[in-house]
Each structure stands twice: as C-alpha cells, then as structure tokens.
C-alpha cells in the first residue's frame, strides 16, 4: 500500500511540478478548467437555483475536491500549504458549491476561484515560454486580471451585505451595476445601499475603492514596467521612463512616447 501511494505521489508531483510535455498539457488543461467554472460561476450568479445547477456544482465540487486532495498530497510542506491563501480560498470555494445542501446559496463566494488564475508559478513560466503574447504583455494582462477580480471581490460584499434586505439588490448582477456606477463615478442612483452599514459600505466603495479602481485601471492602460533587456547586465523588467539600467547604469534606449 506504501509503494502504490508513493508511486502515485511520484506520479502527481509529475504533473503539478514536472516539465514533460504531458505535464505542460495537463497543467493548461488545469487553466482551461478554471476558466470555464469562473465564467460558469459569473454565470450562474445571475440565474436562479434548479436542480440542474444544483448538481453542476456538485460535479465541479467533486472535481475541484479532487484536485485540492492531490496538491495537499504532493506538498512538501502540508501546514504551510493549508496556510495558503490560495488553499484557503479554494476550500471557500468548494464549500460555496455544496451550501446550497445545507444552508442558504453562498454562489457569490465562488468568485474567488479566480484568485488562482495565473498564481502558479509553474502555469505562469510555461506561458512566458510557449505565448509569446503573453510574455509580451504579462503586466498587462495581470493588472486586467487584478481588476476583474477587485470588482467581483467588492459586488459579493455588496451582494452578501444587501440582497436579503434590499429589494434594489436581488442578484448579483444587481450588485455588479452598483459596483460598476459607484467605482467609475458614474453614480446614476437608481440602485442605492439601505440602512447605516450599507451606507458605511458605500462610503468606504467610494473612499478607498474608487482611487485603487482608478490605480488598477491605470496599471493596465500603462504598466509600471516595460520589458527592454540591458546589453550589458541583462536586466529585462525597467521603469517606463528610465534612462539608465538600475543594475548597471547602462544608459538605455527604451522605446516611449516622449511623455
């Protein structure tokens, strides 16, 4: 019993960690996965409870159970990895999908599967080697990433906060149009939060939420570093605006718009 377990963590490692060409399959085939229950996630958000879904989430609770088991298995360091705000995140997601069994929907958390898109360093290093698009534009397609995932993150407080008590908040996509109109100052006011801590909540989404909305969607119109290799050190990642090579001081010709 001692062999076949090893034999299997050997196996898994393999694959979570390993560089074979079935390993890079398996790992993007890992991706493609989480995107698909993210969008279908997005998806459901807006749509009531049946049966139907009732028992999609229970099949992508079994599959995502599976693969919480097998990166546990192979850690070499099992603490550390329940630690993991990463792990942490998908254990509320598992739980989220089999709520609806128990206790009432808590399908808004399930949003924060997308904490571990391109979190992985493993996924991230075979992408720069084998998409030369998304090696080019890795710091652009983060911060679009960040962003997504901020204003999901703050329209399931808002949800969570407000949908049983407000008749203005009664899904989540209702939640995503307060979020989007507050934090790009739109602010039309046909949906409003009620009561003193939804005005709270309101008041902390236009305080603190705006100015690091208005940061995020900067950062991906305008990343804070351009990739330009020094030919004397190396460096890849420089300023936008740099003159010289931090490492070296190399003076550097980095293509901008003079602004």
Do not use: W
């Not at 329940?82 to 598992?94: E, H, K, Q, W």
């Not at 703050?154 to 203005?168: D, M, S, W």
């Amino acid at each position: 019993m001692g062999e076949r377990l090893e034999r299997l963590k050997i196996r898994l490692d393999g694959l979570y960690e390993g560089q074979s060409r079935q390993a890079v399959r398996f790992r993007y085939g890992l991706l493609a996965f989480d995107i698909v229950t993210i969008a279908l996630f997005l998806l459901q958000a807006t749509l009531p409870i049946t049966p139907a879904i009732i028992a999609l989430d229970l099949l992508i609770a079994f599959l995502l159970s599976l693969d919480f088991a097998a990166r546990l298995f192979i850690a070499r360091d099992r603490r550390r990895h329940l630690l993991n705000p990463i792990t942490i995140t998908d254990a509320i997601v598992i739980v989220s999908l089999l709520a609806p069994l128990f206790l009432e929907n808590l399908g808004f958390l399930r949003v924060l599967r997308a904490l571990r898109l391109l979190r992985s360093y493993r996924v991230l290093a075979d992408l720069r080697r084998d998409v030369p698009l998304f090696r080019k534009n890795e710091e652009i397609i983060q911060s679009i990433l960040n962003l997504a995932l901020f204003v999901f993150i703050v329209t399931a407080v808002v949800y969570v906060a407000q949908h049983e008590r407000n008749p203005e908040i009664g899904t989540y996509l209702d939640a995503l149009y307060f979020t989007v109109t507050t934090l790009t100052t739109t602010g039309f006011g046909d949906v409003t939060l009620v009561g003193v801590d939804g005005r709270l909540l309101a008041i902390a989404i236009m305080v603190l939420g705006v100015g690091l909305f208005i940061r995020l969607v900067q950062t991906c119109l305008r990343p804070a570093k351009v990739n330009h290799r020094c030919p004397d050190c190396g460096l890849l990642r420089h300023d936008a605006d740099a003159v010289h090579c931090k490492h070296c001081g190399r003076v550097l010709a980095i293509d901008s718009e003079g602004d």
